[in-house]
């Protein structure tokens, strides 16, 4: 389920790697929410796990509401960054969707 970029910065900072390395820019849940559908633009939420973070890219509105949902209280940051290149980097392929 999902697909997931491989940062390559350790278990944690990814946050920051993601903005430094791929130009993303940080968003507020509300911001990411609206961006889900956007052509150009995808949304990804690092996910931080306690031990590790993981970069989820939120690929389809029912994606994005399956990782913000109420009863899962991890700590979350949203980020926007250009579509084409997390399609990339996760390997996502809309066709197989």
């Not at 791929?22 to 990804?44: F, N």
């Not at 031990?51 to 029912?62: H, T």
């Not at 700590?75 to 996760?90: A, G, H, I, S």
């Amino acid at each position: 389920m999902g697909y997931y970029i491989n940062v390559t910065s350790g278990l944690r900072g990814k946050t920051e790697f993601l903005i430094q390395n791929y130009d993303a820019m940080e968003a507020t849940v509300d911001e990411a929410e609206k961006m889900v559908t956007d052509a150009d633009l995808a949304v990804v939420i690092v996910i931080d796990n306690g031990s590790f973070e993981a970069v989820l890219f939120a690929s389809s509105p029912a994606e994005f509401k399956l990782f913000t949902r109420p009863d899962d209280t991890r700590p979350k940051r949203f980020l926007v960054m250009d579509r084409q290149l997390v399609e990339q980097l996760t390997g996502y392929d809309k066709r197989k969707q």
